[in-house]
């Protein structure tokens, strides 16, 4: 039998509702990240649609989520910005924490912190400049 869209297991971005529901997990975890006085430095000199659109599209790749971006790499994005891994766990605490206080299941949300780990070595910079 061919894997079509209907046999293939929902996703977890599915299984919480898709977009609408990443919707409103943006929303929180933007208010958790920017009221971060360790992250929202990052932010200022981005505009504001495009901190939704990275906090959608970053939810939506570690949910499993269609992959409709057609933007730089992780590494090309982020390896300009220095970010420590200590700022890197943050960010995946206030996800974690949004997601659970929206309800959603335990199995995903220790799926998301897998993705995290996965993705982290993109993510975090690599190297220590300032200590060189
Ligand atoms: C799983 C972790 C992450 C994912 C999947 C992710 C995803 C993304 C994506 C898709 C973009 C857009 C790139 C583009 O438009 O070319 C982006 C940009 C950005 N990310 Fe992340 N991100 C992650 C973690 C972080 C962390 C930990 C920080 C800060 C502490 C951060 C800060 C930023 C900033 C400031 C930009 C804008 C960069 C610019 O416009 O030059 N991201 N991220």
Same mark, same amino acid.
Not at 24 to 42: I, K, M, N, Q, T
Not at 47 to 66: C, E, I, K, N, S
């Given at each position: %039998?061919?894997?079509?869209?209907?046999?293939?297991?929902?996703?977890?971005?599915?299984?919480?509702?898709?977009?609408?529901?990443?919707?409103?997990?943006?929303?929180?975890?933007?208010?958790?990240?920017?009221?971060?006085?360790?992250?929202?430095?990052?932010?200022?000199?981005?505009? %504001?649609?495009?901190?939704?659109?990275?906090?959608?599209? %970053?939810?939506?790749?570690?949910?499993?989520?269609?992959?409709?971006?057609?933007?730089?790499?992780?590494?090309?994005?982020?390896?300009?910005?220095?970010?420590?891994?200590?700022?890197?766990?943050?960010?995946?605490?206030?996800?974690?924490?949004?997601?659970?206080?929206?309800?959603?299941?335990?199995?995903?949300?220790?799926?998301?912190?897998?993705?995290?780990?996965?993705?982290?070595?993109?993510?975090?910079?690599?190297?220590?400049?300032?200590?060189?």
């Amino acid at each position: %039998m061919t894997v079509t869209e209907e046999t293939a297991p929902a996703s977890h971005y599915e299984r919480i509702g898709g977009a609408t529901s990443v919707k409103a997990a943006v929303d929180l975890f933007y208010d958790r990240v920017l009221a971060d006085p360790e992250l929202a430095g990052y932010f200022t000199d981005v505009d %504001m649609p495009g901190q939704r659109r990275h906090l959608a599209l %970053m939810l939506t790749v570690v949910l499993g989520g269609p992959n409709e971006y057609a933007g730089r790499s992780l590494a090309e994005a982020h390896q300009p910005l220095r970010i420590p891994v200590e700022h890197y766990v943050k960010v995946g605490e206030h996800l974690t924490v949004t997601l659970t206080e929206l309800g959603v299941p335990g199995d995903i949300i220790a799926d998301v912190q897998v993705v995290l780990g996965q993705v982290q070595d993109q993510v975090v910079a690599s190297g220590n400049p300032a200590s060189a």
